[in-house]
């Protein structure tokens, strides 16, 4: 079983910054794409930056120059810094993975709990 277990969320006034976190554990061979996606009250689940196995970024164009997604292989931990937040970026905040199970080197894609993240003006 994967679990991923996210921290970091909490509540921040406009121009602030937070530091979201995101840890896989388990039986896992190898970790490909990590992820952020935010759905907000009323809205779709929408993506918000992915970083690869390779270290290659996307992000929303919303997020540009505001947010970094970073990892740590070896820690298996996905991170989400998050500056000049505004009232737009309120929201709750989920962490997806693509994970290759042993021994057949399956992927799987699986999603955290959700942190929630309000950006007060």
């Known amino acids: 079983q994967v679990q991923l277990v996210e921290s970091g969320g909490g509540l921040v006034q406009a121009g602030g910054s937070l530091r979201l976190s995101c840890a896989a554990s388990?039986?896992?061979?190898?970790?490909?794409?990590m992820g952020w996606y935010r759905q907000a009250p009323g809205k779709q689940r929408e993506l918000v930056a992915v970083?690869?196995?390779?270290?290659?970024?996307n992000y929303a164009d919303s997020v540009k120059g505001r947010f970094t997604i970073s990892r740590d292989s070896a820690k298996r931990t996905v991170y989400l810094q998050m500056s000049g937040l505004r009232p737009e970026d309120t929201a709750v905040y989920y962490c997806?993975?693509?994970?290759?199970?042993?021994?057949?080197?399956?992927?799987?894609?699986?999603w955290g709990q959700g942190t929630q993240v309000i950006v007060s003006s």
């Open positions: 388990g039986i896992i061979d190898s970790i490909n794409a």
């Open positions: 997806n993975v693509d994970v290759l199970l042993p021994p057949s080197l399956a992927i799987r894609n699986y």
């Open positions: 970083i690869t196995s390779g270290g290659s970024t």
